[in-house]
């Protein structure tokens, strides 16, 4: 069974830091461009980061630039987002999604999500 898995998520201070962590199984994780996503409560799915499976690119949107570092792992099979500086509007399910290239319409492969509560 071909699957994403998200882990590292929990409840943090703000300007603390989390690091999330998206493992495949079932299939090549080094085939496919990683992105992640957040959905805060009452808003819509956002695509944050994304790392390309070809040159190793990186993108991120402008809320998270300087703050999270994507990264990925291929021997491990495991994508990386490195969450630092937390601010309580990055409150939000953090998925994980596998698709052909950064930006693809089409995404094959999704996590089940992980919380991510940033509260003092």
């Known amino acids: 069974q071909s699957q994403l898995v998200e882990s590292g998520g929990g409840l943090v201070q703000p300007g603390g830091s989390l690091r999330l962590s998206c493992a495949a199984s079932?299939?090549?994780?080094?085939?496919?461009?990683i992105g992640w996503f957040r959905q805060a409560p009452g808003k819509e799915r956002e695509g944050i980061s994304c790392?390309?499976?070809?040159?190793?690119?990186?993108y991120y949107i402008e809320p998270v630039k300087g703050r999270f570092i994507i990264s990925r792992d291929n021997a491990k099979s495991t994508v990386y987002l490195q969450m630092s500086s937390l601010k309580p509007e990055d409150t939000a399910v953090y998925y994980c999604?596998?698709?052909?290239?950064?930006?693809?319409?089409?995404?094959?492969?999704w996590g089940q999500g992980t919380q991510v509560t940033v509260s003092s």
């Open positions: 079932g299939f090549r994780l080094d085939s496919y461009s």
């Open positions: 790392i390309s499976s070809t040159d190793g690119m990186t």
């Open positions: 999604a596998a698709a052909e290239e950064c930006g693809s319409d089409y995404i094959p492969y």
